[in-house]
């Protein structure tokens, strides 16, 4: 995007917030300026070589819907006033849902949708480009929670997209 339109797009972030950390991207980008990486994880859930993203959040095992949902808003809040993105890249990981086999977090299903709604919110008031990419999530036996949040994901971004498109007040 940076190369194919360099008038248009001069800046990215990319929002990890898969329960593993986003060290793909971080390898990929390292030592860029164009683009901003932030990822937030799980501080026990390492299963390949950490890398050093540009903003890196570790959160405890177990952790909920209150203090993931505060730390989110915290850091989203800090990067909006301290930069400016023509587009936002959303990994948005589904496998930081208590259900998940392999997440070792606890946010309920309503945590995960208010997750969702603060990128969203954040990308329209950056009025930055939005693409989003599925990532994360291992059922234990039951795959309707997972597949409802990756449905939750999606559904949720045109809810609230039309919502906002239409004049709605989004607060």
């Known amino acids: 995007m940076l190369n194919r339109y360099p008038d248009v797009i001069t800046k990215i972030l990319i ?32 299963f390949s070589q950490r890398e050093e993203s540009d903003l890196d959040i570790e959160l405890p095992e177990d952790c909920a819907d209150g203090t993931y949902l505060q730390t989110l808003q915290f850091w989203l809040k800090k990067i909006f006033l301290e930069n400016k993105f023509d587009l936002v890249f959303y990994q948005a990981g589904v496998d930081i849902l208590g259900e998940d086999r392999l997440g070792r ?35 234990r036996n039951d795959w309707d929670p997972i597949i409802d949040a990756h449905s939750d994901v999606y559904l949720g971004a045109h809810q609230f997209l039309s919502r906002v498109s239409d004049g709605d007040n989004i607060a």
């Open 15 to 46: 929002i990890d917030l898969d329960v593993h950390q986003g060290n793909g991207n971080a390898k990929l980008f390292q030592g860029r300026d164009d683009v901003l990486t932030f990822s937030m994880h799980c501080k026990e859930n390492y």
């Open 105 to 139: 977090m606890s946010l309920t299903k309503a945590g995960v949708q208010r997750r969702n709604n603060l990128v969203y919110k954040f990308v329209k008031e950056s009025e930055a480009g939005l693409v989003i990419t599925m990532g994360g999530g291992y059922p």
